[in-house]
């Protein structure tokens, strides 16, 4: 997983200055709990940090770096006048005082397969646009490589071992037989904005389905959030054909889209309650890069012919003697797509046929680069409402894919 802020500034100098300005000043208890933690047990350690630096990041050095952007947006944007950048100390009020708005994109699945982190062949020139104004976080990590344990804590703030969701049958509020969980009264970063006064609205998946239940509302959202189906890539309502990757026809209403849709319509209706105007804290979650991944057939055009996609670097299951180390990829995931089962199955001994590999992994680019026009929209809106400069952007993801069970990192 990796964060990026719209604004400049050095994780380690900000979690420092951030841990100081809280507990001298605005500290819930709900920040209070892993702040202190964090700066008696890891902020004394060397940290890995967004300079490219090669030094080891310590355990829970994902939640460290998570803890230090929460906190950024939590106590900067609701009021404290920490400088963190120049750009932050100039930017215009809009009618709400020194409070920015809050954009934050979290999409699913999505491994670092961007321009912005070297790839040569991703076409992402939106979400590239963010990083040349902004800091990038090159050494991130998620706390749990699946996608609802790792929403779980990083929307509540907190490691799975305190929200006890490691699984797709417990949340942070409640237990999978209905007693309440570890978190049943805890407050959500969305959550936090929300009693500050600001406006907070979501589309698509944010929160994983259900866990939390009502996608966390009313507790975390002022409307109703909204999670878009994805399509399943399947011939016909009917059919058992499913395969790993599809093109849609032109012109189709996916997920993606649709989601990008509500929250353009929900931030034009926000611009227009003149009456009302106060701060937004919009969270969309894109679905794209999870399987089945599915894309408009016309991305396409912007890739080379499948035959010049690269194949995977490692393509043959690890030593038994490093098994201990590493889980290696499931191939229950994968192989009973029909596709794949066609192009001759899958194992942990017997690799995807690479001319498969090659037409799934364009797939997976293609469905990155729709996302990536997505994102573009968001932008553009931001724009033609005047609020581009008093906006700060978030862009992060769950986890990464395939190899996503790595010893649960």
Not at 47 to 60: F, I, K, L, Q, Y
Request: hydrophobic share 40%; charged share 15%.
């Amino acid at each position: 997983s990796f964060l990026w802020i719209w604004y400049p500034s050095d994780c380690w100098i900000g979690c420092i200055t951030i841990a100081t300005h809280t507990l001298n000043s605005v500290c819930p208890p709900f920040v209070c709990t892993p702040l202190i933690d964090g700066i008696k047990v890891h902020l004394a350690r060397r940290m890995a940090c967004s300079d490219g630096s090669s030094r080891t990041p310590v355990h829970g050095f994902s939640m460290k770096l998570k803890l230090c952007v929460w906190l950024q947006l939590s106590v900067y944007f609701l009021g404290g006048s920490l400088p963190l950048s120049s750009a932050a100390s100039h930017a215009p009020e809009s009618g709400m005082g020194t409070q920015r708005n809050v954009l934050f994109i979290v999409v699913d699945n999505l491994r670092p397969a961007l321009g912005a982190y070297g790839s040569d062949i991703v076409v992402s020139p939106n979400i590239d646009e963010i990083t040349q104004n902004g800091t990038i976080f090159a050494r991130a990590y998620c706390q749990e490589a699946w996608c609802s344990p790792s929403r779980n804590s990083f929307l509540s703030g907190r490691r799975p071992r305190q929200t006890q969701a490691w699984n797709f049958r417990d949340s942070f509020r409640t237990a999978y037989d209905g007693t309440p969980g570890p978190g049943a009264n805890w407050t959500t970063l969305p959550g936090y904005f929300k009693q500050n006064g600001y406006y907070t609205t979501s589309s698509g998946k944010v929160f994983h389905p259900q866990l939390p239940a009502n996608l966390d509302f009313p507790q975390s959202w002022s409307d109703r959030p909204v999670l878009q189906e994805k399509f399943s890539c399947v011939t016909n309502a009917s059919s058992k054909n499913r395969t790993m990757a599809c093109a849609l026809p032109d012109g189709v209403l996916d997920a993606d889209i649709a989601c990008a849709n509500l929250t353009v319509q929900r931030l034009t209706a926000w611009w227009a309650n003149t009456t009302e105007r106060r701060p937004f804290f919009a969270a969309v979650g894109f679905q794209g890069p999870r399987l089945p991944w599915s894309y408009p057939a016309t991305v396409l055009s912007r890739y080379p012919p499948e035959g010049n996609i690269s194949l995977a670097l490692h393509l043959e299951s690890p030593e038994p003697s490093e098994r201990e180390e590493i889980e290696w990829f499931r191939p229950t995931e994968v192989a009973f797509y029909t596709d794949v089962i066609a192009s001759g199955g899958i194992t942990h001994a017997k690799p995807m046929a690479a001319t498969h590999q090659r037409h799934v992994r364009l797939a997976y680019y293609a469905a990155i680069t729709h996302i990536d026009d997505q994102v573009g929209r968001l932008l553009a809106t931001l724009r033609d409402l005047a609020v581009d400069a008093n906006t700060v952007i978030v862009f992060t993801a769950d986890h990464a894919t395939w190899a996503k069970t790595t010893r649960g990192q």
